[in-house]
Nanobody
Framework: QVQLVESGGDLVQPGGSLRLSCVAP????????VGWFRQSPGKEREFVAC????????SYRDSVQGRFTISTDDAKKTVFLHMNSLKSEDTAVYYC???????????????????WGQGTQVTVSS
């Protein structure tokens, strides 16, 4: 079992920034896929960003491209989501995900990920 603990969610004004963190104690990020998803009330969980198992280039949903950045710090066992120029439509509970076997074509499908954190609330409002 992989434990994932998110933090960093907060209330922020439109145009502001936040950094979300997801710690995976005792786990490496080498050779595994890590991702961030989000879910708003009444909506399905949606893909935000991920880094594939191969360690290749990160990918993002179109609406956050250029504003969000996913990164990892293997020494700290942490994956980050840096969010800039936040908009009201970014309001959601954000979840990190971890998978040791997922293939590239499945990365954007939340049903294919094995491990999830508990979520952290991000609210963008004036």
């Amino acid at each position: 079992q992989v434990q994932l603990v998110e933090s960093g969610g907060d209330l922020v004004q439109p145009g502001g920034s936040l950094r979300l963190s997801c710690v995976a104690p005792g786990r490496t990020f080498r050779g595994v896929a890590v991702g961030w998803f989000r879910q708003s009330p009444g909506k399905e969980r949606e893909f935000v960003a991920c880094i594939p198992r191969t360690g290749g280039r990160a990918s993002y949903r179109d609406s956050v491209q250029g504003r969000f950045t996913i990164s990892t710090d293997d020494a700290k066992k942490t994956v980050f989501l840096h969010m800039n120029s936040l908009k009201s439509e970014d309001t959601a509970v954000y979840y990190c995900a971890y998978d040791q076997r997922i293939i590239t074509s499945s990365l954007r499908n939340p049903d294919h990920w094995d491990y999830w954190g508990q979520g952290t609330q991000v609210t963008v409002s004036s």
